[in-house]
């Protein structure tokens, strides 16, 4: 069984006290590691190190920083099957699956390798008579990321690339139930050549995130994982006087119009809210179905969530790996009893599957609902499991009024051939991201990625451009040099002539 360990300064660090946790494949059920939980001096420690690293990386031009990076990309772009394998033997997703959200995230690396064009700033001659004014960005200080079980290679790859592409230095708190990959790319990001101290990494739990939430050096913190506790880290972080963006849970919706392809519209569905076991914040766990859709959507769905291939994510004929951790597991199936009790129509039933010689792994089959209605906590809450909800609507003003007042606002979508339903749902959809039949509307690198309401708290998205103005603090100068004339004290507030 593997031992973990954390990253400080360059350096695999090894504790043999204090407390840890164990690591499973969730497919076997086996515990594969054992990972180290940081205490507070541990992750001082690493916070330490960073902000050491951080003066000579700060002074570091932009295009020797973007050089690391270029090197990291190369490295990351050899290693992409391995790991994936260590993605998929710890969170259990397909291994295809595993390789398209690694490269998803390696292009928000491509993105941060441009940085000096992005970090140009503005400049404007002669703003008043001989004066010039120009804006700059500077790096932050000490970052902090705070990551889901459910990427453990892109959401990290969300955040610190910019980071440090703009002079950051980076301390990683990933989710302690699938820690590999991270120590992985901190690794390569070490044979890439970056230097110490630039990129840490402190497995753990709560307390080395309490830790990192009080220490004064870290200036700002990228969060993403559940709502309840991105509200707690948004409150505390920013009573503590450090930036946040906390991005969390979701319950998307897609609307099924009359008019739409209905068989682009399952095989969407299908894909969106069954991939990777429903376990992604823009999977779709509820359809709602306009009209004559509802019918058809369903006889679409019933028999190809029912023949669902489940199986372990690195056999190639599976489509669905297994669920996260036993909890999770009991938690995804406890739903699927609310909803019976609540009155849904359950078509399909997850609970049934058996895997032979995968008895003791997180198994749930696909779970189709009809009839569910926005009373139920079936529809209100995230599942974050392989259950899709169906919702009939009536119109199209009923579809997105569900989406409006839903509490959640990460992702939404509409498939439709009607362009003036399309642009009507686009312009005032309350969600931050859109898809016009597109069911996962992820946005690329060089756009930025994040919801609205509940799903989010700070004012920033992350990567592409918000991931920038995030990672800096911005500077406006003004200018004048004397020419000898003398215009004597201004004591009227000042304006250019
Ligand atoms: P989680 O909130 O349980 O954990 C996220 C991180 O917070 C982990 O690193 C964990 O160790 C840490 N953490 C857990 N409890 C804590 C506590 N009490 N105090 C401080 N830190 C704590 O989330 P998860 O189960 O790992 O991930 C699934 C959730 O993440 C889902 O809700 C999903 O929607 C969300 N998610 C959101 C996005 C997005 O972009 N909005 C992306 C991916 C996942």
Redesign the pocket.
């Known amino acids: 069984m593997d031992k973990l360990h954390h990253f400080i300064n360059g350096n695999a660090v090894k504790l043999s006290n204090g407390r840890s946790g164990p690591v499973f494949n969730p497919s076997s059920g086996e515990q594969i590691a054992e990972v180290p939980y940081a205490d507070e001096d541990t992750t001082n420690e690493a916070i330490a190190a960073a902000k050491s690293a951080f003066p000579e990386w700060a002074s570091t031009p932009s295009v020797q920083r973007a050089r690391f990076l270029f090197k990291f990309l190369e490295l990351m772009n050899r290693h992409k099957e391995e790991i994936a394998q260590i993605v998929t033997r710890e969170h259990g997703k397909t291994i295809p699956d595993a390789i398209g959200s690694i490269t998803r995230g390696l292009e928000v690396v491509e993105f941060a390798c441009g940085i000096p064009q992005v970090l140009k700033g503005e400049f404007s001659e002669n703003v008043g008579t001989d004066i010039d004014s120009w804006s700059i960005r500077q790096p932050v200080g000490i970052c902090a990321g ?6 453990p290679a892109m ?1 990290p790859m969300w955040m610190f690339p910019i980071a440090i592409a703009c002079g950051n230095t980076f301390v990683l ?5 699938d820690p590999s990959a991270p120590l992985f790319m901190a690794n390569l990001l070490k044979e890439a050549g970056l230097p110490d101290g630039v990129f840490n990494v402190i497995n ?3 307390e080395a ?2 830790t990192i939430l009080k220490n004064p050096d870290i200036g700002a913190i990228s ?8 509200e ?2 948004y409150t505390s972080a920013s009573a503590n006087g450090k930036r946040v963006q906390a ?4 319950k998307n919706h897609m609307i099924v119009m009359p008019d739409a392809d209905m068989d682009q519209a399952s095989d969407a569905l299908m894909g969106a809210a069954f991939g990777s076991a429903g ?4 999977a779709v766990s509820v359809a709602v179905a306009v009209g004559s859709a509802g019918d058809e959507i369903i006889k679409r769905l019933s028999p190809r969530v029912s023949s669902l291939k489940v199986g372990p994510g690195n056999d190639s004929q599976s489509e669905m790996g297994p669920l ?1 951790t036993k909890q ?1 597991f009991e938690k995804v199936k406890e739903y699927i009893k609310i909803g019976e009790n609540e009155g849904a129509e359950l078509l399909v039933d997850g609970r049934n599957i058996k895997l032979q010689g995968y008895e003791n792994g997180y198994f749930l089959g696909g779970t189709l609902f009809d009839k569910v209605t926005p009373s139920m906590r079936i529809y209100k809450e ?1 599942i ?1 499991g392989p259950v899709l909800s169906v919702v009939r609507a009536k119109s199209f003003e009923e579809a997105s009024y569900l989406v409006d007042k839903h509490e959640y606002g ?1 992702g939404a979508a509409i498939f439709t051939r009607d362009g003036d339903a399309a642009r009507e749902f686009t312009h005032r959809a309350q969600a931050g991201m859109i898809g016009v039949n597109v069911p996962i509307p992820v946005p690329m690198a060089f756009h930025s ?3 609205w309401k509940k ?2 708290f700070g004012d920033h998205s ?1 990567h592409g451009t918000e991931g920038v103005h995030f990672y800096t603090k911005l500077k406006t100068v003004t200018s004048r040099w004397p020419t000898g004339i003398r215009s004597g004290a201004e004591y009227n507030f000042p304006s250019m002539k």
């Open positions: 705070i990551t889901p079980f459910n990427f959401v708190k990933p989710s302690e139930k753990g739990d709560a995130v309490t969060f993403v994982g559940s709502t309840s506790i991105a707690k880290i991005l969390g849970g979701a376990e992604r914040c823009m996260i999770h995230e974050f990460n990625f994040g919801g799903s989010i992350i």
